[in-house]
């Protein structure tokens, strides 16, 4: 028993002590899916927006009501041989009512109908950007990360840089100018690394603020992400699905079809409605009457008709309105168009230049490189200064960072061209996912002072 409970106990220890795993990509779009308070407020809103069906249609079908009253009479009869009356009265009345003809209603409902058709159009592309954003945020730590290491590396190798300068000014092989030079860069990367600092830890609070969780270790994006042109290789095609798919362009085609039946709706105000009534009518009285009796009980079956004739102008007035919304609709639907089109062709362009980018700015990396290596070499020989190789390294770090800068633009601008042709979904953001390294995490640098801090206080 003692030893099986040394081994529990060692297995606890074990993983206990093992190191929480990196959250990835995944991960962080499910808790936004849950906490990200813009799309939890759009499903409040289309929740909200629902009720206008009901609502319409409550026009168009019964309606019950009921009324009930009572009352008490005192009756003098002043210089007369009728002797005082004192009675009470009382009853109550049920209707139902059914619409028969009554247009204006009928549209109305129809283009409830069509407004809740177009927020739920809303309400996906909300969702849809949802991925967007949160790839964006997740990215901007994973950017805010490879500055940091950019200039980072960047102050040590100038620090380095500097030490040795002083060292061969010391010994008389270089000048007071050298030194001063060398200081002045690395005081400016000392600045840059400050900045860079600070930006990482603002974007893992941007991060926690869409999500409501506050992240100590996020996963790297892998090196082995294939970067490669949009397919369909077509403009054109990608031009075609998003005005068949962009979830905007449906949503105002329904906001047209909303207007235009409200216009209908308007106009039907001039017709006449018929409804038909069944009303119960029962009543009892105290008073004496003829038939001598007190209570009574009637049933009455109608038909209305009701003519509007003239409402003060009010029917037409919103007649024109009416007509008015539905030319702000189609133009509106034309603007959207238009805007789909021009992003679809600008992302296309940026994608396929991203690519080149890519492989271009990892070339120059190898070549800065090369150049920093030549430069290091002609500055011990004598035939460079300390100048140039201070401007290779900086060449070198900034090579290094924007070849990884190049390929988080190129996984932004290819999710927001599958998000302005309305084919982005969660597919697309596990098979990014499955590029991403916990192997390497990027760690949330309050965590790690926080850390420290504690260490140096045992």
Known sequence: MKQALRSIAGVLVLLISQPLMAEDLLQVYQAAQENDAILRASRAGFAATEQAVPQARSALLPSLGASASTSWTE????????ADQNFNDHGWNAQLRQSVLNMEAWYSYRSARSSVNAAEHNLAADEQNLIVR??????????????LDSTSAEEAAVKRQLEQVQQRFEVGLVAITDVLESQAVYDNAVVRRIQADGDHDI???SLSTLTGI???ELARLSEELPIVNPSPADEDAWIAEAMQSNLNILAAQEQLAAARRNERARLAGHLPTVDATVTQVSSVTGAPNFFNADTTEQTVYALELNLPLYAGGFTNSRRKEASALKRQAQELLLNQQRTVIRDIRNLYQAVATDVVRVKARFKAIESSRSALEATETGYEVGTRNVVDVLQAQQLLFRSQFDYADSRYNYVLNLLFLKDVAGTLDDADL?????????????KRLVSLRQRSGDTSAQ
């Open 134 to 147: 949160t790839v964006q945020a997740y990215l901007n730590v994973l950017r805010a990360q490879d500055l």
């Open 203 to 205: 974007f893992f609070q």
């Open 430 to 442: 596990a098979e990014l996912n499955r590029f991403t390294d916990s192997s390497n995490p990027v």
């Open 75 to 82: 009756r003098e009869f002043p210089g007369s041989v009728l």
């Open 214 to 216: 506050t992240y100590e």
